[in-house]
């Protein structure tokens, strides 16, 4: 995190000293992306889709939605989604110059989940439509917009006033009750609802609104977080794992995983 913040303010001290913005790239992909070596250094947003592989020369990292990525591209880098994905991308050119030395002396990857998705996606549009202008104070606006969007994602990740509202207490308590229980194979819609004092419908909505998920499909991505980081981290045999994150059904659970993650838990493990 400190790391993250660090790049970040050197970044707009960096940006504050220049005439004009040096932006090379400010926009969504859909497909699999992948940068020559240049002397950029890139903000990407994983905003939505399937689980994808960075790589930074030989640095890599693992990106899903939500995930904020600093990366440089002197080394060349690229975004590979197991599937679908949407990818917000903001590159500025330092050939001229650079927020600090090491930009262009090794590979930079660097990630954050961050929580408040609609805000850092409109700046990124902000960003991309001053990007595309070509009139007026184009160059000061744009540069404006460029710090706004570095503001919120520093706000974002030293937990300050850009993140989203907090969430309402019943959305609060049915987060905590899945963190806790997540690992009982018993845990129903109904039980999560009882357990925030709501309604199973009301519950609903407030999931879509607030986490922009489901309640059940947030429990699965934790169980399936979760079995990742037993599958990395411990010599559990995947049946183990399996129980361990709520699954009764070691045979169930490969399948789940392998269409969560593209690849069947000894696959992962192997990896």
């Given at each position: 995190?400190?790391?993250?913040?660090?790049?970040?303010?050197?970044?707009?001290?960096?940006?504050?000293?220049?005439?004009?913005?040096?932006?090379?790239?400010?926009?969504?992909?859909?497909?699999?992306?992948?940068?020559?070596?240049?002397?950029?250094?890139?903000?990407?947003?994983?905003?939505?889709?399937?689980?994808?592989?960075?790589?930074?020369?030989?640095?890599?990292?693992?990106?899903?939605?939500?995930?904020?990525?600093?990366?440089?591209?002197?080394?060349?880098?690229?975004?590979?989604?197991?599937?679908?994905?949407?990818?917000?991308?903001?590159?500025?050119?330092?050939?001229?110059?650079?927020?600090?030395?090491?930009?262009?002396?090794?590979?930079?990857l660097a990630t954050v989940q961050l929580d408040n998705h609609r805000r850092i996606v409109q700046r990124y549009e902000?960003?991309?439509?001053?990007?595309?202008?070509?009139?007026?104070?184009?160059?000061?606006?744009?540069?404006?917009?460029?710090?706004?969007?570095?503001?919120?994602?520093?706000?974002?990740?030293?937990?300050?006033?850009?993140?989203?509202?907090?969430?309402?207490?019943?959305?609060?308590?049915?987060?905590?009750?899945?963190?806790?229980?997540?690992?009982?194979?018993?845990?129903?819609?109904?039980?999560?609802?009882?357990?925030?004092?709501?309604?199973?419908?009301?519950?609903?909505?407030?999931?879509?609104?607030?986490?922009?998920?489901?309640?059940?499909?947030?429990?699965?991505?934790?169980?399936?977080?979760?079995?990742?980081?037993?599958?990395?981290?411990?010599?559990?045999?995947?049946?183990?794992?399996?129980?361990?994150?709520?699954?009764?059904?070691?045979?169930?659970?490969?399948?789940?995983f392998r269409a969560y993650t593209g690849l069947s838990p000894r696959q992962f493990r192997q990896q």
């Amino acid at each position: 995190m400190e790391f993250l913040c660090t790049i970040i303010d050197q970044t707009i001290v960096w940006i504050g000293e220049q005439g004009t913005v040096p932006v090379t790239f400010a926009s969504e992909d859909h497909i699999p992306v992948q940068t020559d070596c240049r002397p950029y250094l890139e903000f990407g947003y994983h905003s939505a889709g399937d689980e994808a592989e960075l790589r930074v020369g030989e640095a890599e990292a693992v990106s899903r939605p939500g995930c904020l990525s600093v990366l440089n591209a002197h080394f060349g880098n690229s975004g590979r989604p197991q599937g679908r994905w949407s990818y917000w991308c903001l590159s500025l050119d330092t050939a001229l110059s650079a927020p600090f030395p090491s930009l262009a002396t090794k590979p930079l990857l660097a990630t954050v989940q961050l929580d408040n998705h609609r805000r850092i996606v409109q700046r990124y549009e902000a960003v991309e439509r001053q990007y595309r202008a070509r009139t007026g104070l184009h160059e000061l606006r744009l540069k404006c917009e460029v710090l706004l969007f570095l503001a919120e994602v520093r706000e974002s990740i030293a937990g300050g006033a850009g993140l989203a509202p907090p969430l309402t207490h019943g959305c609060e308590a049915a987060v905590a009750y899945l963190h806790e229980r997540f690992r009982s194979a018993d845990v129903t819609l109904a039980h999560v609802a009882a357990a925030a004092g709501l309604s199973a419908p009301h519950l609903c909505r407030l999931f879509r609104n607030q986490l922009e998920i489901s309640p059940m499909k947030y429990l699965h991505r934790l169980r399936m977080d979760h079995a990742r980081d037993l599958l990395r981290r411990t010599s559990q045999n995947v049946s183990q794992v399996a129980y361990a994150v709520g699954y009764r059904d070691p045979l169930h659970f490969s399948r789940t995983f392998r269409a969560y993650t593209g690849l069947s838990p000894r696959q992962f493990r192997q990896q």
